[in-house]
């Protein structure tokens, strides 16, 4: 069994796209969102394990998970319909057989057996979150189609995307079931719709940025994706009070 509590954290980063806002990479807005969360983890007294930029590899990964049973698995990178990538694009975890610098290998999405899965990636809910919870996995929040980011610099434009994609992985922190966490983050992107729908039909100075934004939350919300045990949490005492 996983254990409660413990969580790992996987977090590539890489001089990818350049974007020269908040960041000069769009993998930097990863690694700020994920190192929000990881710093709640520790506030509510999570087991923390990283693995981060050039230790973000698949072997590194099954070395960590041979030696350490984390019920959470979080994860923001780059993803495809059957895979979750890590440093440099690699394939972290497959659903199929892949091919890399020549060598051809498995799938190894059984890495995510007794896990409960929060991952910002493109597209692998569609194919490697059912799979991998037919495969074992607890329960899985992803995305079916691509992920969109926006970069402007803003409360209500990059930040926005970051307090909702930092707010559902503090929900399960927190103690919240995964069902639960689904929920919340779609009022999230749904409060962020109607706040943007607003501005959108004002005169506002802020208007131009309406389309983008607009753009990114709808496809987001509908991508978003519940798979596996819908009353799975990975917080083993919840207070009352939360």
Request: aromatic share 14%; hydrophobic share 40%.
């Amino acid at each position: 069994m996983s254990k409660m509590n413990e969580s790992i954290f996987v977090r590539p980063r890489w001089d990818d796209k350049i974007v020269d806002q908040r960041f000069a990479f769009l993998m930097d807005y990863a690694y700020w969102t994920g190192a929000e969360v990881v710093s709640y983890a520790h506030d509510q007294d999570f087991l923390v394990h990283e693995l981060t930029e050039e230790r973000a590899i698949r072997s590194e990964l099954k070395n960590f998970l041979d030696y350490h049973n984390p019920v959470f698995f979080f994860h923001f990178s780059h993803g495809g319909t059957d895979k979750l990538t890590g440093q440099d694009m690699s394939v972290l975890i497959c659903s199929n057989e892949f091919t890399e610098n020549g060598n051809t290998y498995g799938p190894n999405d059984i890495l995510l057996r007794n896990r409960v899965v929060y991952t910002l990636s493109c597209l692998s809910a569609s194919e490697l979150g059912p799979k991998s919870v037919e495969h074992g996995c607890i329960s899985y929040i992803g995305y079916k189609d691509p992920l969109w980011a926006v970069v402007i610099e803003g409360a209500d434009t990059d930040y926005a995307l970051f307090e909702i994609w930092t707010g559902g992985a503090k929900a399960l922190l927190d103690g919240k079931t995964i069902e639960e966490t689904y929920y919340w983050l779609k009022r999230r992107y749904n409060f962020w719709i109607t706040y943007w729908e607003m501005i959108d039909a004002t005169n506002s100075t802020n208007a131009w940025k309406a389309p983008a934004m607009l753009m990114a939350l709808e496809k987001n919300l509908k991508a978003l994706t519940l798979l596996g045990n819908l009353n799975a949490r990975i917080r083993g005492e919840v207070n009352i009070n939360q």
